[in-house]
């Protein structure tokens, strides 16, 4: 990182030069995100909501003569402009916008629209809808994304952090690519390994990992609404653990992306469809489904693909298609026939309502055993399969099932803002998966690698990742974005097209990436929210790592792989507190044995009581399409860390593994420490820990009852040689371990 800073130093003369976002406004960058918020609303693209027939989303509305018989927009004239007239009324009968919509005007987007007018009133084409060129990189770096990122840096006079130290570094790698924290064994390597190439090595090893399938699938699993149950009042059972299992395969064999969506999409549609390639399709199945009694077919099942359409919206394009579900979207140039015509590629399925049927799967299904433990029982999961002839589908009047407007129905083709569909690409699912991941599709290869970017560095580099249209947030980094996206897409010397795993490689080998995280206040002050990374992110871990974690450090972990879901400890009576007397699945049968212990990834997902540890840490319930989960602080998250029976049986069990080391008792602690946390800890910790030790060693021998009912969290059976005050005065240091702040964040 030194080389490439001082490279741009010789070089920064020019870039330092540049002027920044305020002297010259840019209107995707600057002024569409105002008029979005502000004005689309009333003077945008939907014309069924738009006042005194004038728009500002087309630079042809915006400088048509208005009622005044000024323009709505004389370029380089705030003076002949009716719009900021209309801006700088005091009448509230005048003032634009009208004080009832609440969307008053800042004192800085007025004078960034007064700029942006005087200096010609330049519109420019969504940069989302254009496809994305490469640019070129800056100047000469081993890593493309460090030269993007380190002109920025130099541009707003903010020197890069020092590199983190090995333990943080190795941890904080090893989280992102597995869920689980580093062992000590992998610790004490990486510090004695002085090679230059010591990082890079451990990088090859995690992605090679089994365990990089199954963190990579966790985020896909929130994406594709995955559960274990319908959903609905009933919330009935079903098997969809095969397609979990799928996923986790796929990404451990570094399936091409491109073959990743076809499969999902439309596996069942090519030539010659492979079992596995059917199976892939169960996400178009994932949605919740009803078979409750007195439920009309008609509704329901266009409910069901309405919602794979507004799934393909989120997950592949990042737009709100749900939006215009009812009416045209009022933000971005997309018809509620546009809707339709997507959501006619899922509608031509043999599947059939049903009714009081408690059954596990509905067709069209195919049997198959899990593709993680192929020697296991096969199961019904439910798939797709084209119809002979194709659904007719039409436009629903403000989105109502039994309001269709039959005057034509619609064409399947991809929403014309992206572009046209492929010309020898049949006009079904098949056609629709290879134009998504055509050169054509400007979204998905920018809305992928955004998604990536937001796994390693917390925030994407457009932050609103569920959110391309004109109400996204512009690009922090926009050539950046555009070179990782025609690099996904399209491949280099190095890659082949569509390639995840270098992708991750590339991020996560950056020395962005590998900066300290330590707080630096002039970073701060001119990048509050740190997104231009001079220093690396920190974030508490997701609640999936929390339990993990956990469980690896005490010992208890099963690395056990794919097979049906699990049933670790809950709260008692949750399941029959919110299910129906009609459900199968009202009772909750807790698991035994090493099943407690698997990764929560395996954990059995019901719609209407999902896991409530999962919930508690921002977890999404899984209903509909999520891609970023929005973190939350409150107390009941620290009474969960600190109660959780789960977490309380994991700080037995790393008592009782310090317990029988033969080291004396700061040794033990020091273990304690590292083990947990993955890091050395002070004197002064020890300190802190060893006065702790003491007190409650006390305390338990003069209270031998409590310690003994200390003892009986979690199933796991104590160790009858040990002495259990002791044992329970070392279980609260460990729990007290395991409750660090560095312990729930990844620096």
């Not at 596990?360 to 019904?380: C, D, F, M, R, T």
Request: with cysteine; proline share 8%.
């Amino acid at each position: 990182m030194k080389f490439v800073w001082m490279s741009m130093m010789a070089i920064g003369l020019q870039a330092g030069m540049q002027v920044l976002a305020a002297d010259t406004p840019l209107f995707n960058r600057d002024i569409r995100p105002i008029l979005s918020e502000k004005c689309y609303s009333c003077h945008g693209f939907d014309p069924k909501h738009r006042k005194a027939d004038f728009r500002l989303d087309t630079p042809e509305g915006a400088c048509a003569t208005t009622d005044s018989k000024l323009p709505g927009i004389k370029p380089g004239s705030t003076s002949g402009s009716e719009v900021w007239q209309r801006i700088l009324a005091t009448d509230p009968d005048e003032v634009m916008p009208p004080p009832e919509s609440h969307k008053t005007l800042s004192p800085d987007e007025k004078e960034l629209i007064r700029k942006w007018i005087e200096a010609g009133a330049r519109y420019e084409k969504h940069w989302a809808f254009e496809a994305p060129v490469r640019p070129a990189v800056p100047q000469p770096s081993v890593n493309p994304i460090d030269a993007f990122l380190g002109e920025r840096l130099l541009r707003t006079g903010l020197k890069p952090s020092a590199e983190a130290d090995k333990e943080t570094l190795l941890r904080r790698v090893t989280l992102d690519l597995t869920g689980l924290p580093p062992t000590i064994k992998e610790l004490d390597d990486f510090i004695a390994d002085q090679d230059p190439d010591a990082y890079d090595r451990v990088v090859a090893r995690l992605l090679e990992s089994p365990h990089y399938g199954e963190r990579m699938a966790t985020q896909w699993l929130d994406l594709a609404r995955y559960g274990d149950t319908n959903g609905y009042l009933h919330d009935l059972l079903r098997t969809g653990w095969p397609w979990r299992d799928w996923v986790i395969q796929a990404f451990n064999a570094n399936m091409s992306y491109d073959r990743f969506v076809i499969e999902q999409l439309a596996g069942d549609m090519l030539p010659e469809a492979t079992p596995e390639q059917i199976l892939a399709t169960s996400f178009n199945r994932n949605h919740l489904i009803t078979a409750e009694g007195g439920t009309i077919a008609a509704e329901y099942l266009n409910e069901y693909a309405a919602d794979r359409a507004q799934t393909v919206g989120t997950a592949f394009l990042g737009l709100t298609l749900n939006c215009c579900r009812c009416h045209d979207h009022k933000f971005d140039p997309i018809k509620q026939e546009d809707f339709y015509s997507l959501q006619s590629y899922f509608n031509s399925i043999t599947e059939k309502h049903v009714e009081n049927d408690k059954s596990a799967a509905y067709p069209p299904l195919i049997e198959i055993a899990s593709p993680l433990v192929p020697q296991g029982p096969k199961v019904k999961v439910m798939v797709m399969q084209e119809a002979a002839t194709p659904t007719p589908t039409f436009v629903l009047t403000r989105g109502q099932y039994d309001q269709p407007d039959k005057s034509h129905p619609v064409v399947r083709r991809p929403p014309p803002v992206l572009g046209e569909s492929l010309p020898d690409a049949p006009a079904n699912r098949l056609g629709l998966a290879r134009w998504l991941v055509s050169q054509r599709n400007p979204l998905l290869a920018r809305v992928t690698v955004n998604r990536l970017w937001q796994q390693f560095f917390t925030t994407g580099i457009v932050k609103s990742a569920d959110d391309f249209g004109m109400q996204g947030e512009y690009p922090v980094h926009p050539e950046l974005l555009d070179w990782l996206a025609v690099e996904f897409r399209d491949g280099s010397a190095s890659a082949r097209p569509w390639d995840v795993r270098h992708m991750v490689r590339l991020i996560v080998t950056s020395a962005a990436y590998r900066r300290s995280s330590v707080i630096r206040p002039e970073v701060t002050a001119k990048d509050p929210d740190g997104r231009l990374l001079a220093s690396f992110p920190r974030r508490r871990l997701t609640a999936e790592e929390l339990r993990d974690q956990a469980l690896s450090a005490s010992g208890l972990l099963s690395e056990d792989m794919g097979g049906a879901p699990v049933f670790p400890y809950q709260p008692s009576g949750l399941w029959e507190e919110r299910s129906n007397e009609g459900s199968n699945t009202k009772a909750y049968k807790q698991s035994l044995g090493g099943a407690l212990h698997r990764r929560s990834l395996y954990t059995f997902w019901k719609r209407t009581s999902p896991p409530p540890f999962m919930i508690l840490f921002d977890a999404p319930d899984r209903t509909s399409c999520s891609v970023r989960r929005m973190p939350t602080n409150t107390p009941l998250q620290a009474l969960a860390t600190l109660n959780d029976e789960q977490i309380l049986e994991c700080a037995k069990q790393l008592a009782e593994r310090m317990l029988k080391t033969s080291i004396p008792t700061r040794g033990r602690l020091v273990l304690l420490f590292r083990t947990v946390t993955a890091r050395s800890p002070s004197d002064a910790d020890i300190r802190t820990l060893a006065d702790g030790l003491d007190a409650l060693q006390a305390r338990y021998r003069a209270t031998p009852a409590d310690a003994a009912a200390l003892l009986q969290q979690g199933t796991t059976a104590v160790d009858a040689s040990l002495n259990p005050s002791e044992l329970a005065a070392w279980m609260l240091i460990a729990s007290t371990v395991l409750n660090l702040d560095q312990t729930l964040v990844r620096d």
